[in-house]
Nanobody, 124 residues
Framework: HVQLVESGGGSVQSRGSLTLSCVVSGWTYRFIVMGWFRQAPGKEREGVAMIDSQGSTTYHNSVSGRFSLSKESADNGIVLRMNSLRPDDTAMYYC???????????????????WGQGTQVTVS
């Protein structure tokens, strides 16, 4: 069955950098969309960044220009490089995956059936 394994995260000071990684196992289909959601205490879960099999990406406006999402071709994984972090980036970050290519629902949590356990990012 499909599993997502996340790594990275942690604590950093404002304007610092962190990297999140996610590897998917058990995926047997040709196309996949992978990315990250986050949820801060008391706030709704929001899409952060997504990438598909063709390398197309989309970002939440608040992270555009600061975060960069790329594929790690060796192991069907993705890496989210987060720069110029701000306190409002503090949240639990969840890796997600599902089939197809990026579409208008890319930032909708209902689109994704496969979720990681989450990794905490704290910016102070």
């Amino acid at each position: 069955h499909v599993q997502l394994v996340e790594s990275g995260g942690g604590s950093v000071q404002s304007r610092g950098s962190l990297t999140l990684s996610c590897v998917v196992s058990g995926w047997t289909y040709r196309f996949i969309v992978m990315g990250w959601f986050r949820q801060a205490p008391g706030k709704e879960r929001e899409g952060v960044a997504m990438i598909d099999s063709q390398g197309s990406t989309t970002y939440h406006n608040s992270v555009s220009g600061r975060f960069s999402l790329s594929k790690e071709s060796a192991d069907n994984g993705i890496v989210l490089r987060m720069n110029s972090l701000r306190p409002d980036d503090t949240a639990m970050y969840y890796c997600v995956a599902d089939g197809g290519l990026l579409d208008s629902d890319a930032m909708s949590q209902d689109r994704y059936n496969f979720w990681g356990q989450g990794t905490q990012v704290t910016v102070s």
